[in-house]
């Protein structure tokens, strides 16, 4: 059994930062791929938006909204972390871990999920 546990989010300022983490425990998959989505309020899960992936060989992909801004890194043991800086009010919402075995492809939905972790930034 895998789990994805993240930690970082909180209440920040419109310009501010925050720095999210996630890390895999249980069993070692060694993912290909990790990334970010974020669910914003009022927007049900099928309506969850990709924020960055990053595959083990380092590769990124961002968001459109998120780009120049955000800044995705893999750690080691399946560790994720995402910067964001110069955050909006529209980037309240809360952002999921997530985990594909696989490389990422448009519409390959992860297999493993966190439980999500609350960002607010207050205008």
């Known amino acids: 059994q895998v789990q994805l546990v993240e930690s970082g989010g909180g209440l920040v300022e419109a310009g501010g930062s925050l720095r999210l983490s996630c890390a895999a425990s249980?069993?070692?998959?060694?993912?290909?791929?990790m990334g970010w989505y974020r669910q914003a309020p009022g927007n049900q899960r099928d309506q969850r938006e990709l924020?960055?992936?990053?595959?083990?060989?380092?590769?990124t992909n961002y968001g459109d909204s998120m780009k120049g801004r955000f800044t995705i890194s893999r750690g080691t043991m399946d560790t994720v972390f995402l910067q964001m800086n110069s955050l909006k009010p529209e980037d309240t919402a809360v952002y999921y871990c997530?985990?594909?075995?696989?490389?990422?492809?448009?519409?390959?939905?992860?297999?493993?999920w966190g439980q999500g972790t609350q960002v607010t930034v207050s205008s």
């Open positions: 924020v960055a992936t990053i595959t083990r060989g380092g590769i």
């Open positions: 249980g069993r070692r998959e060694n993912f290909n791929t």
């Open positions: 997530s985990a594909w075995r696989g490389f990422y492809t448009k519409g390959y939905v992860p297999e493993f």
